[in-house]
Nanobody, 122 residues
């Protein structure tokens, strides 16, 4: 079974930084990719970034480009989301998921980790 474990959320002031981690296990299929999604209160879940674990190809939603960086440590089966310049509108529950990762969008394959809450205060 594929399992994902997200962590690293917390409370941070605007302009601050956080690093989210997604530890994966059980991924044995070809061309795997991991994505990060977020869901703000009252909003739908949106894909914000993804990375191909073998290809290294990435995608970023426009609203996070230049501030967030996705990376992978395949030896540790971990995908990171480094978030800098955080804004109050980044407040959301963040989820990692198994995805198909394209250069201009991310498509969930409906395998999710639990969420981790990021709260950015103004």
């Amino acid at each position: 079974d594929v399992q994902l474990q997200a962590s690293g959320g917390g409370l941070v002031q605007a302009g601050g930084s956080l690093r989210l981690s997604c530890v994966t296990s059980g991924i044995t299929f070809d061309d795997p990719a991991i994505g990060w999604f977020r869901q703000a209160p009252g909003a739908s879940r949106e894909g914000i970034s993804c990375i191909g674990l073998d290809s290294g190809g990435t995608y970023y939603r426009d609203s996070v480009k230049g501030r967030f960086t996705i990376s992978t440590d395949n030896a540790r089966n971990t995908v990171y989301l480094e978030m800098n310049g955080l804004k109050p509108e980044d407040t959301a529950v963040y989820y990692c998921a198994v995805v198909e990762c394209f250069s201009d969008y991310v498509l969930t394959l409906d395998i999710w980790g639990q969420g981790t809450l990021v709260t950015v205060s103004s």
